[in-house]
């Protein structure tokens, strides 16, 4: 047993950054999605700039940017609830259940690999998207901004999918560990500002709060200044809440053994 502080979740971090970089197939799911999502958007819709009332100053493929950018963020989380499900399946999990006096450190762990996922992805995806064209306004402290948002949302979605996974305990559970999170992200403004969205969707995306941290995003990108109290009381209220929901799913887990 690790009685050093946060040794069990540094530990975890360890073992889990090390299981990914040197699993080829493992980085390349992770920034599979939104490289392809960053390559058609701003490829096969950038006329959309053109549309009346698109008022983005840096252009279309630094607007589809500031998604998908986020999207590698909640890819990072979603693919380490995965693996806590593959710890399940392996039957490592049990073994790291026993073990650890601090369980919930076993959480921190996971989520410090999603963030260092996340930060990878974001990184290479930010490097391509530089090198296709994306030209960005950021100032230092526009860049510590759109980090912060990275690490909050890869937290976020991380505590959503261990929870899940800690309950299942199964890869088969994989299928409701993205999906809410995806209808969340897409039922948001993501190809056109939200002024331009009318019916049913500008209603939800209106009361979405994602559409709130992906609009602060494009316009740290672009430049602006945008009011961050928002964004980051809904990111913090939203960690507080699936951390409970994690715990609560660690606790019956262990429960189990």
Known sequence: ?????????????????????????????????????LAALAGGLGPLYQVPGFDYPSGYATFVFGFVVLQAAAFGGIFTGYSVARDFDLGVASRLLLGAGRRWELILGYVLVAVIRSLVAAAIVTAVALAAGVRA?????????????????????????????L????????????????LVMFLSPVYVPAALLNGWLASIAGANP????????????????????????????????????A????RRAAESY
């Open 137 to 165: 306004t950021v100032s230092p402290a526009g860049v510590a901004a759109i980090l912060a948002l990275i690490v909050c949302l890869a937290a976020v979605s991380t505590l959503w999918a261990c929870g899940v996974a």
């Open 210 to 245: 994602f559409s709130n941290v992906v609009e602060s995003s494009r316009s740290v990108l672009g430049g602006g200044n945008p009011d961050l109290l928002i964004t980051f009381g809904w990111l913090f209220a939203a960690t507080v809440l699936l951390a409970v929901w």
């Open 247 to 250: 715990l609560l799913g660690l």
């Open 167 to 182: 309950r299942a305990r199964s890869m088969r559970a994989g299928p409701l560990m993205h999906t809410p999170i995806l």
């Open 1 to 37: 047993m690790d009685r050093r502080p946060f040794g069990i979740a540094l530990g975890m971090a360890r073992r889990g950054t090390k299981a990914w970089i040197t699993s080829p197939a493992f980085v390349a799911i992770t920034l599979f999605f939104p490289l392809i999502f």
